[in-house]
């Protein structure tokens, strides 16, 4: 069953829809509080979200990820579309393999970012931040391919943590832990067809899974079940925010506008200058922003996007960079502290030069205490790698913790 | 070694690039699908001992410094009649002509005499400004190069200098409609008519639509009038593929070509219909804009930016051209033995013209059309048996993308033509011993021109200079390494000009400097 039919005249009387696995998050949602994450109600938090961030890095949470974008892309020439659409080379992702990339405009600045799924032989699922359907459609032109979107035909659960993988093998899906990272794999699984990918937006070992929605509350339900000796725990939108800015992932919308909703052209972002440039590849004949990129690369970029440590514990959320001699070169666009690391962090835009790694800047932060107000002007370094990246986000098969 | 160029299509744009090319040193070859050249501008039989202008029949844009660089006289390109005005035909009689700004005929209200004067003194003044233009390779936008940023400012400057009450006007009514523009400056409800022709001939416009102003100023050449070539516009053709060998084009028809090949991110050359495989460094394009890169290119091979635009390029064709071999000169109203001789407009009023072009919005063909008409035999004996003569006829509007489609239609718009036709040349159809319409499907089955257009793309301020056909092209080069648009849908756009092909030329031996 769809989660809500697209053709019905009464369609437009509700905005926003339950998820597929709406009753088992109302029943476990003990703040009653819900989000609307584009056409769908999502949990902020169930209960606390720094109990659900440490489930993510401890053992393991279990988030709602149907709203996310998706899309089917299938036909003779899938793979020259997607070719053309994305900046990486699509051959390289061969069947059972996800690849995570970006996609721009003409002039190379980035629209959105989001993953590829090679399903099967020309098969594939393109996951995005934004609404892409439009941009996806006028690239379809001129191919033979078939692009819809079918994000109310999917249900999907992220399953991200530590336990993870004990948790899918005790669930019987034989080989699970064989999957390694960016692989994915089909199981048959209750009448129906269950796919699981090593995939996730937290930097560790974690999957995803993708049935019909008709299918979305058994899934639940045998997860949970399986999980509740490896401290399984369902996770709201706010940890997992906290676990991908440790991750050190951009997100669009907050770390960079993307290119098709904003009017002041200088306000968006090339790949290069969200520190993505091992996914632009040149060697590929024809892609969209191909020739403005490589003018960037030949004449130079205008930003950078970097990671900083930055000293003491005060998020700097929103805060303005500067260099060493006090001169304005940037604002964060992410910030926490992060109790895995141990560390004050963000994710900061400055102007080029600068944002090498190891480069000494300033953070001016303001925060407030028992609601009076403080300013301090914190030393940062930029550092070349992300936060949180344990071994056991790539061992194959993971450890069972 | 020098470099490869080959060149798709010899329309006379093609073709004028074809030699400026090999003058600049370029080893050109020259792929023409059809058996002869010319594309639009040729001379071609109709009926058995009648030949006639097939497509473009009057000349009035020829670049003149075009014509003496290639020395196309020499090669054969002579007028059989110039400075040819305008009359606009009344079914009694009463008609207006309009020559170099002064109105004559019966029909001349002496109240528009003035006005006439101050309209065509303004209106060749504004049409100097884009004129001006048509030999610029257009400036990129954004960009702070000086080549761009003069070009930019040489275009203000033009505008600068009209001084302050023309430059006043010229803003005012660049980019509105003639209808408005008319109504204010002239009381002759047939002059009027006959005037706002000038603003949609070959556009998917009527007069009150906006950019009819611009359309009016495309057309406006200095008051030299209009001219004939001798043997039709197809001499023209000649005259330039004969310049283009002799600076060392090589020049073949019947080739079709099929596809641009790539290698990589640049072309390699082309592939013919046959399978024939030519090699190339650069491959210039004088088929239209539409054609070039989403049939010959294929718009995988440019970023969906670019294609998006490409895609939604206005190509609607509304021309139709209507051909007649007549047993003798007809006898329009009024008109003695040399004002038949030139350019008859059928346009009585303002309103019969709007009226004629809403249908066309709606996919349906005018009911009363209006018809920019020519009998070349008046000037030139050569084109029909002795004594006989050929009327040769733009007709609008007859949408390319007819309801229902042009085949069933075809025989009663002819007749709806002849109709009209014998309002104001009564006897007319008596004279008639053969005819052919061309409808926009059959000018684009003919001429490979998408949707029969007469300017490849609609000529509009939002596709003109540094915006024609679309930006990512304008300059000539397309967004594909060693790839060049040199056609009609490129600046400074259609017409029976060639200017298209020689900036293209300069842009590409630039290029390749
Ligand atoms: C009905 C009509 C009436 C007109 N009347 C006038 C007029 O009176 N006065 C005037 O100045 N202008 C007139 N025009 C406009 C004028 O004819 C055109 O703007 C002009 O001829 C365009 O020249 P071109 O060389 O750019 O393109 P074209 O003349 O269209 O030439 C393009 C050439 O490319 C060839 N080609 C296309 N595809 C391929 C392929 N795949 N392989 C090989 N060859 C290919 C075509 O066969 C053609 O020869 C008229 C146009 C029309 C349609």
């Known amino acids: 069953m769809k989660t809500f039919n697209i053709d019905s005249r009464e369609h437009y009387r509700n905005k926003v829809f339950p998820s597929p696995f709406h009753e088992r998050q109302a029943a476990l949602n003990e703040n009653r509080e819900w989000s609307r994450w584009y056409d769908y109600l999502s949990v902020p938090a169930y209960t606390c979200s720094t109990m659900e961030y440490f489930a993510g890095r401890n053992t393991c949470g279990v988030f709602d990820l149907t709203p996310m974008t998706k899309h089917r892309i299938t036909g003779p020439d899938a793979l020259t579309f997607l070719n053309r659409l994305v900046t990486r080379d699509m051959t390289k992702v061969k069947p059972g393999r996800v690849g995570y990339s970006v996609w721009c405009d003409d002039r190379g600045q980035v629209i959105d970012d989001g993953t590829v799924f090679h399903l099967h032989e020309g098969d594939y699922r393109l996951c995005s931040q934004e609404h892409q359907i439009d941009w996806l459609l006028i690239n379809a032109r001129g191919f033979d391919v078939s692009v819809v979107e079918d994000t109310h035909d999917v249900a999907a659960l992220a399953l991200q943590g530590p336990t993870s993988c004990a948790v899918l093998k005790k669930m019987n899906l034989p080989e699970v832990e064989s999957i390694t990272p960016f692989g994915l794999k089909h199981f048959d699984f209750e009448g129906t067809q269950l796919t699981v990918s090593r995939t996730g937006y937290t930097g560790d070992l974690g999957y995803e899974l993708w049935i019909d929605p008709d299918h979305a509350g058994v899934l639940w339900d045998r997860l949970f079940e399986a999980g509740e000796l490896h401290g399984i725990q369902p996770m709201g939108s706010e940890a997992l925010e906290l676990l991908r800015i440790e991750a050190g992932f951009i997100l669009a919308g907050e770390d960079f506008a993307p290119a098709m909703h904003t009017v002041r052209h200088r306000n968006t972002r090339s790949p290069f200058e969200l520190g993505l440039g091992w996914l632009v590849d040149f060697d590929k004949p024809v892609f969209n922003g191909r020739r403005a990129l490589l003018r960037e690369k030949a004449e130079g970029s205008r930003y950078a996007l970097v990671k900083l440590d930055i000293e003491d514990n005060k998020p700097a959320e929103h805060a303005y960079v500067y260099d060493t001699r006090g001169r304005n070169i940037g604002w964060v666009t992410s910030a926490m502290w992060s109790p895995s690391a141990k560390k004050n962090i963000a994710l900061a835009t400055v102007e080029t030069p600068h944002g090498e790694t190891g480069e000494k800047m300033k953070v001016e932060i303001y925060y407030q205490r028992e609601l009076k107000w403080h300013r301090k002007m914190a030393d940062a370094v930029v550092v070349r790698d992300a936060f949180w990246d344990p071994p056991r986000r790539r061992a194959t098969p993971p450890a069972d913790f | ?513």
């Open chain 2, 1 to 513: 070694m020098t470099e490869h160029v080959v060149i798709i299509g010899a329309g006379h744009n093609g073709l004028s690039c074809a030699a400026y090319l090999a003058r600049g040193g370029m080893r050109v070859t020259v792929l023409e699908a059809a058996g002869q050249v010319g594309g639009a501008a040729l001379t071609r039989e109709f009926a058995p001992g009648y030949r006639v202008s097939a497509g473009a029949h009057l000349l009035y844009a020829l670049d003149e410094g075009l014509r003496r660089e290639l020395a196309l006289d020499r090669y054969g390109l002579r007028m059989a009649a110039d400075s040819l005005y305008t009359i606009a035909l009344d079914p009694d009689g009463q008609f207006v002509s309009v020559a170099n700004g002064a109105l004559g005929g019966p029909g001349a209200a002496a109240a528009d005499q003035e006005a006439m004067a101050l309209y065509h003194r303004q209106m060749n003044r504004f049409a100097d400004i884009v004129w001006g233009l048509k030999d610029q390779l257009p400036p990129r936008l954004g960009t702070t190069g000086r080549k761009d940023l003069f070009a930019l400012g040489k275009l203000g400057l033009r505008i600068r200098r009209l001084g302050k009450n023309d430059m006043r006007e010229f803003l005012r009514i660049a980019g509105i409609n003639l209808y408005d523009v008319l109504q204010e400056r002239f009381e002759s409800e047939l002059l009027k008519g006959a005037l706002s022709l000038d603003g949609t001939l070959g556009t998917f416009l009527g007069p009150r639509s906006n950019n009819s102003v611009f359309c009016a100023l495309h057309r406006f050449n200095q008051g030299r009038g209009y001219a004939i070539p001798a043997g039709g516009m197809g001499t023209v053709s000649v005259a330039l593929d004969a310049a283009a060998r002799a600076a060392g084009a090589k020049i073949r028809t019947g080739a079709r070509v099929a596809g641009i090949d790539m290698e990589g991110d640049r072309v390699r050359g082309v592939t013919l219909e046959d399978g024939e495989q030519i090699a190339a460094d650069l491959v210039v394009s004088n088929a239209d804009p539409k054609t070039t890169f989403e049939r010959l290119l294929g718009l995988r091979h440019v970023e969906a930016g670019f294609a998006d635009r490409v895609h939604h390029l206005r190509t609607r064709g509304c021309v139709a051209k209507l051909h007649l071999a007549l047993d003798d000169i007809p006898q329009f109203c009024g008109l003695d033995g040399e004002q038949r001789g030139q350019r008859l407009v059928v346009a009585p009023d303002l309103q019969y013209v709007e009226h004629a072009f809403n249908p066309a919005k709606y996919g349906e063909h005018s009911a009363r059309p209006v018809m920019e008409i020519s009998i070349p035999t008046v000037h030139d004996d050569t084109l029909a048996p002795a004594g006989k003569h050929v009327l040769s006829a733009n007709v609008q509007w007859a949408p390319y993308d007819l309801k229902g489609g042009w085949d069933g239609a075809k025989d009663a718009f002819l007749d709806t033509c002849l109709d009209v036709l014998e309002e104001y040349a009564p006897g007319i159809r008596g004279l008639v011993s053969a005819s052919e319409l061309l409808t926009p499907a059959d000018l684009e089955a003919e001429f490979g021109m998408t949707g029969g257009h007469w300017h490849h793309v609609e000529l509009s301020l939002d596709s003109f200079f540094m915006l024609r056909p679309v930006p990512g092209s304008a300059q000539y080069a397309a967004p594909v390494n060693g790839l060049y648009l040199c056609g009609a849908g490129s600046h400074p756009g259609g017409g029976v000009m060639g200017c298209a092909g020689r900036n293209a030329a300069r842009a590409v031996l630039a290029g390749a400097a």
